[in-house]
Each structure stands twice: as structure tokens, then as C-alpha cells.
């Protein structure tokens, strides 16, 4: 069992960069699939980026593909999202997640959720 805590987000103008990271408090990610979620004001969670454990594999929403990196390393514990490029549109809380398998775009197979970083981009 792991508990995600992400870290990372704030208040950055368009065309600029965030880098969220997720840790866990408890337990240790190197075990999961790493996911990214974001859920803006009035919309549903979606889907952003995932890593399988062994970082062989990324998923990548369209949206995001070419401007975020998610990545891992298993020895601190830690997955990264790294922003650039970003876009008021990017605007939402980023929820980090554990899940079993391969790797996944899907919320429901995801186990373990963090409680969110707020990301605002200003135009």
C-alpha cells in the first residue's frame, strides 16, 4: 500500500514550466504504475500521463504529448511531471496515482490517489 503526495504546483504565466513531483508517505511507488491526472472546475478528472514501473513504457494524453515528461526514479521514490509549454487550459488540480499493471489511462485502475497540487496558468 503506498500514499501519493504530490508537490510541485503554483502560479506560472503561459508559455512557462512546472515540475510536479509525487512521493509517497507510506510504502514505495517503485512497485506501481505511476499515473497523472488533472480535474479543472466543473469538469471530469482526465487523464494526463502514465509510467509503467520499470519506466519502459509512457502514455501520453494528446493534449499533453510534446510539452509534458512524465518520468520516475525508483530510488528516491519519486515520479515526476515535468510542464512546459504551458497553456491556461492546462489550469486544474494534478493528482498523482498507483496502480498495478502495465500502465493504464484509465482512473479505475488506479488503487491509490494523492489529495492534488493546484497548477494555474495565467494568460
Known amino acids: 500500500q503506498v500514499q501519493p503526495v504530490e508537490s510541485g504546483g503554483g502560479l506560472v504565466q503561459a508559455g512557462g514550466s512546472l515540475r510536479l513531483s509525487c512521493a509517497t508517505s507510506e510504502g514505495t511507488l517503485s512497485m506501481y504504475t505511476m499515473g497523472w491526472f488533472r480535474q479543472a472546475p466543473g469538469k471530469e478528472r482526465e487523464f494526463v500521463a502514465a509510467?509503467?514501473?520499470?519506466?519502459?513504457?509512457?502514455y501520453y494524453a494528446d493534449s499533453v504529448k510534446d510539452r509534458f515528461t512524465i518520468s520516475r526514479d525508483n530510488a528516491k521514490n519519486t515520479v515526476y511531471l515535468q510542464m512546459n509549454s504551458l497553456k491556461p487550459e492546462d489550469t486544474a488540480s494534478y493528482y498523482c496515482?498507483?496502480?498495478?499493471?502495465?500502465?493504464?489511462?484509465?482512473?479505475?485502475?488506479?488503487?491509490?490517489w494523492g489529495q492534488g497540487t493546484q497548477v494555474t496558468v495565467s494568460s
Open positions: 509510467i509503467s514501473w520499470r519506466s519502459s513504457r509512457t
Open positions: 496515482a498507483a496502480g498495478p499493471g502495465g500502465g493504464s489511462y484509465y482512473s479505475i485502475d488506479y488503487n491509490y
